[in-house]
């Protein structure tokens, strides 16, 4: 495998595989020394077209635990500016002798076109609206943790699915695996023909959480107000955010979760995200373990397998 | 001087297709076979004769735009096509919306001597939408046509007043369909494909609704109105019933909407970015529905060049259009004949007669230019955008298997185009 672009194209057994080697990398966090030689001589970039503290941190992290050169573009100072184009810059990264490129990016497909064009891998840290696949993956890593399959399980994806890429990033993941994926959202916020994907889709976030074993809000960007799409930030906790009462539909055992960064009291209160059953920092803890995984799979195997 | 015979062809009429000789005399079709010496005859034995095909709608981008086409390129790709006749767009730079761009375009493909051009002005001042243009001037130069194509005719006031003046000036008006605000920041048909694949969605209302208040506004004024590259199922319902209830509406579609459908998006391609977008499969054969019931009336290339530069990026920065002269016959030979929904004569109306008779080029029963496309309806091969003579290789079709190539085109008598592929 050269890069790791999507879950869309990426089957349930390699899914399975950077699991596992999820769950080993994991050990070494726990360690006292925080540290591997997986990545020592090899050269990563990050290259974010798109603001982002967590996800590149996370990478970023993973990488230096693991011993790569890292670098760090951002677009804001890179030649980027000066009216260079994507497939410009990423050949100048592979004269670079970058090993793995971790890109983001506000267009979808834009990892797609860099990976066919370039030697380095490529990572997807995002495109557009399309995908997120080390989120999905730390998603259900997580899930994986606490209940040990996915299979059977019932999800909850709630809030604004047209314009997230986790959403369709988790749905081609866990359904992969075996979970019964439903997402939820006013039809503003639902992208159309969802439901041909295996995603259940209702606009009744109560009937979403019905039953849930695990219930994952998403994020709402208060511009999708400003477009139109929701009438009031208030309205749409009213009916779609995650609250103490909605969740007492779920299963006892409901696990909560959200990508970051939460805006309380929109589409998560502050109570649930506290709450004993909130897995929210250790969706963060088990990312960078994730990276690492996929780092160590990328830079591991053998060109064209 | 000039006399030409193309020998033993399948010469397609309207109705029928017709084994047989034709004699040319200066550039005109003999009416009656005469007993002359040709200076040049074409063995045209297992080949079929098309009229010359018309192509009502081209992006030939000179002045201005000539790193993606000009007209000496643009016209080389017409004859290479079979298209013996060409309708350009005004949305060149400085917009084709006054007397002097069209004697320039008029001038360049008379020294091009390719194929006829016929230039189309704009319906308002550097397309803007706000103030329409001299259209009695624009006529009076050589515009056959008026358009604002690339961008639509957004207020519904601005259009009427268009569309009543036209009248007066007695020229037609060709319509790019597109409400703006319901197309939003769409780059692709809006549908499962564009939701898989992230990318914003272009609903197919965003035309139809256009293309509904152009049908109710040339109802209403009884003006004549011509739909550009439809490619939605609904558009094809919309103008059907028009068409039953006598309104004065003709319509175009283009290769690239009965030959291909929005599945080709997921490889984030930027050539498979074109306006309208692709649809999916149910408006495609929808659209050759439309196509064998004769709602639709031609079709045109939309031929949209670009430099790779324009096309080389990420999807959402990718400029709209696919190169589309050379691909035609082929892509219609294949997916419309070869697939068993039309005959050749139909073929024959859709990319010659139609076209000349809504643009009012057909010329006198007595004298007929002898304008014609020699074609070996049987070949196969695959497209190779490497090979296109046009500026622009962008198109979604490379590599694609296809039936039908163009051997000659011919054009006032002289052949302009052979091919030498053999």
């Known amino acids: 495998m050269k890069d790791l672009l999507g879950l869309r194209e990426t089957d349930a057994e390699r899914i399975q595989s ?23 001589n090899k050269s990563v970039a990050t290259l974010f077209y798109e603001n982002s503290t967590r996800t590149r941190t996370s990478f970023e992290i993973a990488a230096r635990f693991m011993g790569a050169v890292l670098s760090s573009i951002s677009v804001a ?44 891998s490529v990572i997807n840290g995002g495109d557009g609206m399309n995908e997120h696949p080390t989120q999905a993956l730390l998603d259900i890593f997580t899930i994986k943790e606490e209940k040990k399959e996915l299979k059977g399980l019932k999800v909850a994806i709630i809030g604004d699915v047209k314009h997230s890429r986790v959403a369709r990033s988790n749905i081609w993941g866990m359904t992969k695996l075996g979970a019964n994926v439903t997402v939820c959202a006013p039809h503003t916020l639902l992208p159309q023909y969802i439901e041909m994907t295996k995603a259940r889709v209702t606009t009744n976030a109560d009937k979403a959480v019905d039953g849930a074993d695990v219930v994952v809000a998403l994020r709402l960007q208060s511009e999708r107000m400003k477009a139109g799409l929701i009438p009031s930030l208030s309205e749409y906790n009213e009916l779609y955010g995650i609250n103490e009462k909605r969740l007492l539909r779920a299963e006892k055992n409901v696990m909560i979760m959200h990508p970051g960064p939460m805006n309380r009291g929109v589409e998560i209160n502050g109570d649930v995200a506290d709450a004993h059953n909130s897995f929210i920092e250790r969706q963060v803890t088990n990312g960078v373990a994730v990276r690492m995984a996929v780092l160590f799979l990328l830079t591991r195997s053998e060109r064209g397998d | 001087m000039n006399r030409m015979i193309i020998k033993n062809g399948f010469v397609v009429k309207d109705d029928a297709v017709i084994k047989g000789n034709i004699y040319i005399k200066d550039g005109m079709v003999l009416r009656e076979a005469e007993d002359f010496d040709a200076d040049e005859v074409i063995d045209a034995e297992g080949l079929y004769v098309f009229d010359g095909f018309v192509d009502m709608h081209v992006h030939l981008r000179e002045p201005g735009f000539e790193y993606k086409e000009d007209i000496l390129s643009g016209t080389k790709a017409a004859v290479k096509g079979g298209f013996t006749s060409v309708c350009c767009m005004p949305n060149t730079n400085p917009v084709c919306d006054n007397p002097s761009v069209i004697t320039y375009i008029k001038e360049k493909a008379m020294a091009a001597d390719n194929c006829r051009v016929y230039p189309i002005g704009a319906i308002t001042k550097g397309q803007k939408g706000a103030e329409i243009t001299e259209m009695f001037k624009l006529k009076r130069a050589g515009a056959v046509a008026l358009s604002d ?21 007695d020229i037609l008006l060709i319509c790019h369909e597109e409400d703006k605000e319901i197309a939003a920041d769409g780059v692709v048909n809006e549908g499962y494909n564009a939701t898989i694949a992230g990318l914003r969605g272009i609903s197919r209302v965003a035309e139809e609704a256009m293309i509904a208040r ?18 939605t199922k609904g558009s094809v319902e919309l103008i059907r019933q028009a068409k039953r209830l006598g309104v004065k509406v003709t319509c175009e579609t283009c290769p690239h909407y009965f030959s291909a459908n929005d599945s080709l998006i997921l490889s984030f391609d930027t050539n498979t970015k074109v306006n309208p977008p692709l649809r999916t499969e ?19 290339t939309d031929h949209a060049p670009h430099h790779t530069n324009d096309k080389f990026v990420e999807y959402n920065y990718a400029a709209n259009g696919i190169s589309g002269l050379e691909t035609a016959f082929a892509l219609a030979n294949t997916y419309l004949v070869k697939s068993r929904a039309i005959d050749y004569p139909r073929l024959n109306r859709l990319m010659s007669v139609n076209p000349k008779k809504i643009l009012g080029i057909s010329g006198g029963e007595k004298e ?31 590599g694609l298997e296809v039936q039908g190539s163009v051997e000659y085109t011919v054009v006032g008598g002289k052949i302009k185009y052979k091919n030498d592929n053999k």
């Open chain 1, 18 to 40: 950077i699991l596992a080697t999820t769950a080993e990398m994991k050990k070494i966090l726990n360690q006292n020394v925080k540290k591997t030689n997986h990545l020592s």
């Open chain 1, 77 to 120: 100072q890179s030649s980027v500016q000066k009216g260079e184009t994507l497939i410009d810059t990423g050949k100048t990264l592979d004269a670079l002798c970058t090993d793995v490129v971790i890109m983001r990016h506000n267009v979808s497909g834009a990892p797609h076109f860099l990976a066919k064009n370039i030697k380095a």
């Open chain 2, 149 to 169: 194509d690339g961008l639509p005719v957004l207020n519904g006031n601005i259009m009427r007043l268009a569309m009543e003046y036209a009248k007066t000036a």
């Open chain 2, 214 to 231: 152009d049908i109710l506004l040339s109802s209403a004024l009884d003006a004549r109105v011509h739909i550009a590259h439809i490619s």
């Open chain 2, 282 to 300: 149910a408006d495609r054969l929808a659209i050759i529905d439309g196509i064998k019931d004769g709602t639709i009336d031609v079709v045109a």
């Open chain 2, 368 to 398: 007929r230019y002898a304008d014609f496309t020699i074609v070996d309806t049987e070949k196969k091969y695959r497209i190779d955008a490497k090979k296109f003579v046009s500026k622009g290789k962008n198109t979604p079709f490379n």
